[in-house]
């Protein structure tokens, strides 16, 4: 329940601090609102209305082939000329363990029999990594994005001085402080601060060490030892959100969970119910359907699959591909329970707006929670 007041609709622009006016003018944008990525459920409509209306549009496109991503983007010049970001996850190219991987499958099998179906004899990775796909960096020193940004780790030197050579502005995830000085020695541009209350992978470099820190918590401390713009992301809904991390000394904000039901996003009828229900309102973070620790809707994955006895986890992102084989063969009897349901710690506030609508009451908020602190300081 958000029972804070209602925004006023005044379309006025807020008073930025100087250091969010000066990330603003250098990512070209009017507000300090990042659209989060959100692969397979951003869509070249949802970042462009979101850059038509000020903000930062995004796509997520970990998944997504050389040519496939070239043509997300395409189309979403096609919709808009204002700068959008384009997202690449960077984990380490996995180690096949067959072993592991072979309890993992054992383990899971029983789900697959009880709905009628075989588990997998061998699992192929679904997200590739831009370490080890040169032409995905190839389509974007010809496609030239205003930004492109990392998660799971940054990409080799000599790929982030192409992409600056470029033009193109670079982001990276941090969770921690160690993460933000690897971004910062490696001379990326800003530091997208995710708190442990965002929906979604975790953008730990590390799958083994997550410091698990909420996102005050983070941006304060990244403000205080970093010299990065700082963006924070995690559980981030509306304006008043977006005034407080400003005022912990952040240069704007970044929101997924908020856009996921507005109509221009790809989240399908099932996940848009869902994230409305506040029977199914409660998250969790769970590693055992990707292979990397990410926060969703509570499922059978938390409720069953992640038992005190659970296996040791097999590789990211091989794990991922025997989940939607789970979920694919649940589906197709109307059983949902196995979907990978994103969504962040304060999903209950989600409000059910298309994206112009919700881009200019978030700015509306913000301008009042703006003008409230300068009366109250």
Request: aromatic share 6%.
């Amino acid at each position: 329940m958000n029972n804070r007041p209602d925004s006023f609709h005044s379309h006025a622009t807020p008073s930025y601090p100087i250091k969010t006016q000066q990330f603003l003018q250098q990512l070209g944008i009017q507000h300090p609102i990042l659209l989060a990525p959100m692969a397979g459920t951003s869509t070249p409509e949802l970042a462009a209305a979101v850059s038509n209306a000020g903000g930062l549009g995004s796509l997520g496109l970990a998944n997504a082939s050389a040519e496939a991503a070239r043509l997300a983007i395409q189309q979403t010049r096609a919709l808009t000329s204002k700068p959008f970001n384009c997202n690449f996850f960077c984990h380490q190219p996995p180690q096949r363990d067959p072993a592991t991987e072979q309890i993992w499958i054992n383990y899971m099998a029983p789900f697959f029999q009880a709905l009628g179906g075989e588990a997998p004899e061998t699992l192929k990775p679904v997200n590739s990594s831009l370490i080890d796909n040169q032409p995905v960096v190839d389509m974007l020193l010809q496609e030239k994005p205003a930004v492109v940004s990392f998660h799971f780790g940054i990409p080799a030197p000599d790929v982030i001085k192409q992409l600056q050579q470029a033009g193109i502005i670079l982001l990276a995830s941090a969770t921690s402080l160690a993460e933000a000085k690897i971004i910062e020695a490696a001379g990326i541009d800003g530091i997208v601060a995710q708190g442990v209350e965002a929906g979604g992978h975790r953008g730990i470099f590390n799958r083994d060490i997550d410091p698990a820190i909420g996102i005050h918590d983070l941006v304060r401390l990244l403000v205080a030892h970093t010299h990065l713009p700082i963006i924070a992301a995690g559980g981030l809904m509306d304006g008043y959100d977006i005034q407080q991390v400003l005022e912990f000394g952040a240069c704007a904000a970044q929101l997924g969970t908020a856009f996921v039901i507005c109509e221009e996003s790809a989240a399908d009828p099932v996940y848009r119910q869902r994230l409305q229900d506040p029977a199914f309102q409660t998250t969790y973070i769970t590693a055992s359907i990707s292979g990397r620790p990410a926060r969703g809707l509570m499922s059978a994955w938390h409720r069953q699959v992640d038992q005190p006895e659970r296996p040791a986890l097999s590789s990211y992102s091989y794990m991922y591909d025997l989940a939607k084989q789970l979920h694919a063969l649940a589906s197709k009897q109307g059983n949902h329970d196995f979907a990978a349901y994103w969504a962040g710690s304060n999903v209950a506030r989600i409000r059910k707006l298309n994206t112009t609508e919700l881009m200019h009451t978030l700015i509306d908020e913000l301008h009042q929670a703006n003008t409230k602190q300068s009366a109250h300081p």
